[in-house]
Structure formats: C-alpha cells, structure tokens
C-alpha cells in the first residue's frame, strides 16, 4: 500500500497513527500543498475532494476520507482491535471521529495554513491565483484558498478558531470521566486515535489549555497516548519546527564564507 499524505495535516496524521498501531507496512508519498501536487489529475484520481491523505491499495484501488481509511485498515487487520466490539459504544465512537472532523479540522485548518501557506500565497499574482484556483475541484476548499490568498484571517478569526478547536479538551474531559483512560468504552480505539494529531496542535499552540489544572483526565491521556509506541513512528513532529525546515530546504541559508 501506498500512504499520499502531509507531515503537518491533521487527517494525514491519524492514519499514520492507525498504520503504526497496526504494524502494517506502507510506503509513504509526501505530498506538497504549496506546490498543489494534491490537484494533480493523477491525484484526483484518488481523491476526487483534493485533500490528504489518500490510500493506494495493493489491487490499485484507491480510498479517502482518514476516517474511512482507518475503519479499512481496522477491517483488514483485525489485531489490535482499534473499535469497540459493542455495537452502542462502536457507534459512540463514530460520531466522535465525525464530531472531530467537523468542528475541529476546520477551525485547525485556519491556524495552520494561516502560518503555513498564507505567506506564500499572498504573493502569487491575480492570474496566478486563478490558475490554482481552477485547479481545485471543491467550492469550499477554492473558497479556503481563495481566502488564506487574498483575505488572511483576521486575529479574531483566528482567536475564535482557537477557541473552537480548544472545545474539544471539553468534550473529551467528559468522555474520560466514566470509561478511565481511553475514550470510548474503556479501551485504545480509533477515537483516541483521530483525536490525537488535534491534542497535540493544542499542547503546542496553547500548552495552559492542556495542563493538569484545567483539564487533567485529558493532560492524562495525552501523556498515555505519547508513550505509546506507535505514537514515536507516526511522527507528529512540532508543526512551527517541521515548517521552519520545509522552509530551509526550500531557499537554504546562503552558504558562510568561512564553510
Ligand atoms: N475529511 C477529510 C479531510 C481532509 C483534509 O481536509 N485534509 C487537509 C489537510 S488536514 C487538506 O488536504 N487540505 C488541502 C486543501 O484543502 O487544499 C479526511 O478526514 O480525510
């Protein structure tokens, strides 16, 4: 199997948490959204809505949607069980993966590309933008781009988007306080999982949010879900330190005359 993803997206993320709990080899593609290679023919193909990640399977096929990929991946390898055997606390599950996909992905999606891409962006030209516009097969993601181009997120966008990603910690206080560690139903499963890459942008962008104080049975399952081994090979790596080396690499430092 083939994984088309981004190291610093959040979708991206969570199915390569899933495939390091499962153990199951991929080979990974990196997939650069400031050069728009997600719009590529060849990966619309795959993902007909232009967005990371998307799973080649072995037999050529192609699957979306994180959430999907990793029930896929939970179907295809049974051990470990990543969803709970009951079918109440499996549906829980589900509504908390989709509860993620629709109040926090948006609202991250905001803070990340306002420092990810939005530099680069406002410097391409009124045809430029045009051009990559036409390129983007879904109203809302030209409407994303279209804004991070020409009409940044103001602060107090971004304050309320912050504020909104932060009801999350809220939700899962709530979760924890009956099942103990994991989210649903007592054991690891892929809530935890979809909701570990948010967490994290969390314990970075707002580290007091997380703390034991303010929110201590999540501050605790952060901990539990940073121990895990998997969590190591899935490589969340801090998003400003990733993106300040994306940066390097593309317009390295000049070199010192003394090198
Ligand atoms: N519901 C989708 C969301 C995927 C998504 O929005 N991915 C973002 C990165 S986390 C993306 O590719 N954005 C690129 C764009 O909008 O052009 C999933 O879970 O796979």
């Not at 290679?37 to 967005?51: D, F, Q, R, T």
């Not at 009956?178 to 892929?190: F, R």
């Not at 967490?199 to 121990?227: F, G, K």
């Amino acid at each position: 199997m083939k994984l088309y993803h981004g190291w610093l997206s959040s979708a991206s993320r969570r199915v390569r948490l899933c495939l390091a709990e499962k153990g199951v080899p991929c080979e990974s593609i990196p997939i650069d959204m400031g050069k728009q290679e997600h719009h590529s023919p060849a990966y619309l193909a795959m993902n007909p809505n232009g967005v990371v990640p998307a799973l080649r399977l072995d037999n050529g096929e192609s699957l979306y949607e994180s959430s999907t990929i990793c029930e896929y991946l939970d179907d295809l390898h049974p051990q470990p069980p990543l969803r709970p055997a009951d079918p109440y606390e499996r549906a829980v599950m589900r509504n908390f993966v989709r509860w993620t996909d629709e109040k926090s992905l948006p609202n991250l999606l905001i803070l990340n590309w306002s420092i990810a891409l939005q530099p680069g962006a406002s410097q391409w030209s009124d045809a430029q933008l045009q051009e990559r516009l036409a390129r983007v097969p879904t109203p809302e993601r030209r409407e994303a781009w279209n804004r991070i181009a020409r009409q940044p997120y103001t602060d107090e966008e971004k304050a309320a988007a912050l504020e909104n990603l932060l009801a999350l910690l809220g939700k899962m206080e709530a979760m924890l306080a009956p099942s103990g560690d994991w989210l649903v139903g007592g054991a690891y499963s892929l809530a935890d999982i979809a909701a570990a890459p948010f967490v994290a942008r969390i314990a970075e962008l707002a580290p007091d949010a997380l703390s034991n104080a303010r929110c201590p049975r999540t501050a605790d399952w952060w901990a539990r879900i940073q121990q895990r081994p998997a969590f190591a090979l899935a490589r969340f790596d801090r998003f400003d330190v990733a993106l300040r080396q994306r940066q390097a690499e593309v317009s390295p430092a000049p070199a010192r005359a003394d090198s």
